[in-house]
DNA sequence: ACAAAAGTGTTGTAATTACACCCATGC
DNA sequence: GCATGGGTGTAATTACAACACTTTTGT
């Protein structure tokens, strides 16, 4: 094992999904500083000496949205390494999906001039770096997860109707499904929601019985597939 | 975004897995150096300055197995950080799935005083670092890829009967699987596998019909589910 | 002949779809 | 009343699992 000749950095990125008014939405920033000041990019931060991985992604994405209380989804997605990914030295690039629960109005970061949230199907210019790569990832890992885990509880409020839980599906998939039949796999499979038991939400129509999140599961069973054709 | 204070490396680690006499195995070194001297771990090695991580993990791979023509299966599984995680500094691992083409006996690297095919269920010694975590990711992505990806093609040789395509299945999910239903899943799955065209193989019992990959396809479709109870 | 593995047919059940229909509210 | 979204019923289709059965070889 040759010990390596110069010494890299670490840093992880951040594709933060949300949804508004029906459309799944990332949380860009405006870099401040270069390379690539005024473009946009992914939040992101160098990894403390003594934080781990997840620490450093949860950090970060405290800093960028100021979320604080909960814990929100966050999970690994991939590491970027090519030597020319930066120009200023080589840095490494561990990249995390973020769902920040209820999200509200992103902060303003240390570093970042301004931040946004963005819908993921409206044109605008290329993201900086490789981000735009690893934007695609999170977005096609969320969309892959909401099939066979529960997912897309993560993109709701604590509690929800069916009506919202499809509209996550839609707005991530870009698809419509079908009410009634979506209404009956969700309320089928095992642990993934249970009814709230208080008074129904009023608003358009009929009011909907609320849901929460079931007890902890990792597989939706059955899954919940997209449509494929 | 602050600069880090100090500067730590990122090597690749290995998770090799092949068939041997229907058993899932891993490859294994001793380590020849300290730490953990003498002790099981996964094969692996630092990152070079300029190179990526995937040339990286290519680079082990033909190090400590010898494979050099065919392009094997090489896949990114996840990334280790925890501070402590190495005894000696601060070292990132990037994790790698590998399924080379026709594994034969594995060539001892310049760091691995040995190296060996284990099988996965045989009762062993823990091994070194965090690597016994990084093997259990690596063999819970490979079974999970064979359900919805033509995965398990990487595990045969370039002609294949069906019985060989089962027996994968059945090595890597540790299940016994019906013959009849089988043969008539892989040979819906459209882009699958096609016949070779060529003489059958004698063995004992029927002559099997000879296939070999079907065209590039992500996706299995439909899937070919393991039984989950 | 027999064992072994390949491959086909059949049948009952479960899952999925498509869509008709009723329900409860706001306006 | 009408529009709107929530929720249930149902029939046709499709997918799936189980297993009986036939085929083709080696011994």
């Not at 800093?63 to 966050?74: D, K, N, Q, R, V």
């Not at 009929?206 to 007890?215: C, D, V």
Request: charged share 25%; proline share 10%; aromatic share 8%.
């Amino acid at each position: 094992m040759p010990a390596p000749l110069s010494h890299p950095d670490v840093a992880v990125d951040l594709v933060v999904l949300t949804i508004r008014e029906n459309q799944l939405c990332f949380l860009a920033i405006e870099r401040g500083i270069e390379p690539f000041k005024g473009e946009l990019a992914l939040p992101g931060g160098f990894v403390l000496p003594d934080e781990d991985l997840h620490e450093a992604a949860e950090r970060e994405l405290r800093e960028e949205t100021g979320i604080s209380g909960m814990a929100p989804f966050l999970e690994q997605l991939e590491t970027f390494g090519k030597p020319s990914r930066d120009p200023r030295r080589r840095i490494f690039s561990v990249a995390y999906l973020a769902l920040p629960p209820n999200a509200g109005s992103p902060q303003g970061g240390s570093d970042a001039a301004s931040s946004t949230w963005l819908p993921v199907n409206a044109p605008r210019n290329r993201l900086a770096f490789d981000h735009e790569t690893i934007l695609e990832h999170g977005i096609e890992r969320a969309r892959a997860k909401l099939e066979y885990t529960p997912l897309a509880r993560s993109f709701c409020a604590e509690e929800f109707s069916i009506g919202d839980l499809r509209r996550v599906y839609e707005a991530v998939w870009g698809v419509e499904l079908d009410r009634a039949n979506f209404h009956r796999k969700v309320t089928t499979a095992e642990g993934f929601i249970e009814p709230t038991g208080g008074p129904p939400r009023n608003g358009k129509g009929r009011p909907a019985q609320l849901y929460r999140s079931g007890p902890e599961v990792r597989e939706l069973r059955p899954p919940l597939m997209r449509p494929r054709n």
